[in-house]
């Protein structure tokens, strides 16, 4: 089977592979017709760049630093816009909460077994893995989480 990566090489001078400019993120959200506030272009602005895999509530922190008075609501529900529009994704782990990945080249992700500590992995021929056992099932994404240990906690 084959599992189509999209390639971005294109735009590696850029290096940092981020969600789109706050200018961007706006226009898409009014051609969506979705409210855009002050509140959800600082959030923009705060993921643009991000180097990060931030739960809502660090992000929520980060923006009430800048804006108090925003509430964790509205971070929730930009995210959650966002990752439905395809511009930033979510990252699920038992036990702990939602992730969001800024960074929206493809990518997998080494997580520390200690301290949760998620870092951007780069995994060569992806897409000539061999796997069995699909029979009646059609692949359409697909990541690796590669287990083990920081070495902050090793
Ligand atoms: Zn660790
Ligand atoms: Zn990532």
């Not at 506030?37 to 959030?43: I, M, W």
């Not at 990945?101 to 990518?107: E, G, L």
């Amino acid at each position: 089977m084959l599992i189509r990566t999209s390639c971005r090489q294109e735009s590696f001078a850029d290096s940092i592979f981020s969600v789109r400019s706050p200018e961007v993120l706006t226009s898409e959200f009014r051609a969506r017709s979705l409210k855009v506030t002050p509140q959800r272009q600082l959030l923009f602005r705060l993921l643009h760049g991000h180097t990060g895999h931030p739960t809502a509530e660090a992000l929520y922190a980060e923006a009430s630093a800048q804006m108090p008075g925003i509430s964790l609501r509205t971070v929730y529900q930009t995210l959650n816009d966002l990752v439905s529009m395809g511009e930033l994704s979510s990252l699920q782990f038992a036990g702990s909460s939602t992730r969001f990945d800024p960074n929206v080249d493809d990518h997998h992700h080494a997580r520390c077994d200690e301290c949760g500590e998620l870092r951007d992995v780069y995994v060569d021929h992806f897409d000539s893995l061999l796997v069995s056992g699909f029979a009646g099932f059609t692949p359409e994404r697909a990541s690796i989480v590669f287990g083990g240990v920081c070495a902050d906690c090793g």
